[in-house]
């Protein structure tokens, strides 16, 4: 009888256990984690893109031809001036979705070379960057030049000699370039001197002339009132316009405008200088893109004791521009503005901002328009007592991914959000980077289709490093 019992009594036991495993694998399945619910397969890996450079920062990141990867950075190496630590430009090529990279050092030069700008056209891949070679270090004369160098392989696995486009009586900063047509080059940049500033403006056919030949520096900005400086020139370009961006300070007066002038015969002549905001007391970060014969200019500016973020738009290559949007509009600082241009035309725009009383959060507005009306702001990272900023953004038809750098634990690292349904919605974000103890900021991000790459920069054991990771979108 008790070994009746106490079979039956094991029998219950194992029936019971054999319950609760049940339950417990069907709660793993209907509660998915954040990395399910929001529909992403993360890589299995992250790949260190700087191994065995001494300290990398600030990446950019481009998709050429739907399936290499590019990715740009500034690092820093031991063979410059009496051999002591200089900067080099490095850039990274994966022609297999991001598995694998191949590494060249561009600059590759005795001085110091930094902030680089990069584009590709007709085969070619074109950088840009200063570059302090001719500057004088025994007198302490620093000034810096504007260096380019181009690779006709488009793998960019080697490159021409460098040329320096600016002059060496000048302090020459923030190249800006883009390719028009896939016909000619242009490349952009600011200039000091004698107390003097302006924008400076050389273009190159990139078909019929070889890589040397450049035209002669032209001087966009004009003649400089006293306290005025020219700063943080783009170029962009569409058809045979050409239109040079930037911004105008006069600090004696506190004010600040974004100028803009227009080429319609493909650089050879321009208009005169047109402002695209009312006076302000300080703008900053200019953002631009184009689609077609539309070209849109965004922009941080205080008019009324905090930072909004404006948004203007010509509909004619550039030739006009209709009044600016005050995109942000709240009582808040709206700064690091960026934004896109979806596929159905639709204009997304992002900023972190701390309008709340949970610090900065990063906040998205869309609209449907072509940028003239804006739907009420949706708040992405909805983090609290947490700092996020830096926000980029990308999209792949109504589908819009965002990533920004966030504060949480008293280090940064780097967050992905999601939204299916054109910006109304996000989804819970996803720690990309998942760093301890160490700061993972200056996210960027591209797309192919369901494919998402991102890259950051993270300081470990004392050394920035650049990383890259990509996921996958298991939603069409």
Not at 50 to 70: F, V
Not at 135 to 151: A, D, W
Not at 440 to 454: A, D, H, M, T, Y
């Amino acid at each position: 009888m008790s070994s009746n019992i106490n079979t039956f009594s094991n029998l219950s036991k194992i029936i019971l256990l054999s319950f609760l495993i049940l339950v417990l694998i069907f709660i793993t399945i209907s509660s998915p984690s954040n990395s399910t619910n929001n529909a992403y397969s993360q890589n299995d890996k992250i790949l260190d893109l700087s191994n065995g450079i001494i300290n990398s920062t600030n990446p950019i990141i481009q998709l050429i031809d739907n399936n290499t990867i590019y990715v740009v950075w500034t690092g820093i190496t031991n063979h410059g001036f009496n051999e002591e630590v200089q900067s080099d430009i490095f850039l990274a090529r994966s022609e297999n979705n991001g598995d694998s990279f191949e590494k060249i050092n561009v600059s590759n030069d005795p001085g110091s070379s930094f902030n680089p700008k990069f584009i590709a056209s007709s085969n070619k891949i074109f950088v840009v960057w200063e570059d302090d070679t001719f500057s004088n270090k025994v007198s302490q004369n620093i000034n810096t030049s504007i260096f380019f160098k181009q690779s006709d392989d488009k793998k960019g696995l080697s490159f021409s000699s460098p040329i320096s486009l600016s002059s060496s009586n000048k302090d020459s900063s923030n190249p800006d370039i883009s390719v028009n047509n896939d016909k000619n080059l242009f490349v952009v940049w600011e200039d000091t001197y004698d107390g003097i500033s302006e924008i400076s403006l050389q273009s190159q056919d990139i078909v019929t002339i070889d890589n040397t030949t450049f035209s002669e520096v032209k001087i966009i900005s004009g003649d400089n009132k006293e306290g005025e400086y020219e700063t943080s020139p783009h170029v962009v370009t569409t058809n045979n316009t050409i239109n040079i961006i930037w911004i105008d300070t006069n600090f004696n007066k506190e004010i600040s405008k974004i100028l803009k002038r227009t080429s319609i015969d493909n650089g050879i002549n321009f208009q005169n200088t047109n402002q695209l905001n009312n006076d302000s007391k300080m703008s900053g970060k200019i953002v631009t893109n184009s689609n077609n014969e539309e070209i849109y200019v965004l922009w941080q500016e205080d008019i009324n004791g905090h930072y909004d973020v404006y948004l203007s738009k010509s509909s004619d290559g550039g030739t006009t521009f209709k009044e600016s949007v005050n995109v942000s509009n709240d009582l808040g600082d709206s700064i690091n503005p960026n934004f896109i241009i979806s596929s159905n035309n639709d204009v997304h725009v992002v900023w972190n901002d701390n309008s709340t009383d949970k610090g900065n959060n990063i906040f998205i507005k869309s609209s449907s328009d072509g940028g003239t009306t804006f739907k009420e702001s949706v708040n992405v990272s909805n983090s609290t007592n947490s700092n996020s900023i830096n926000p980029q953004i990308v999209s792949n038809g109504n589908e819009i991914f965002v990533v920004w750098q966030e504060d949480i634990n008293g280090h940064y690292d780097v967050y992905l959000s999601k939204s299916s349904d054109g910006g109304t919605t996000f989804k819970e974000p996803i720690n990309v980077s998942n760093s301890t103890n160490s700061n993972s900021i200056n996210p960027q991000i591209v797309s192919n289709g369901n494919e998402i790459f991102v890259v950051w920069q993270e300081d470990k054991s004392g050394n920035n490093h650049i990383y890259f990771t990509k996921f996958i979108d298991s939603i069409s």
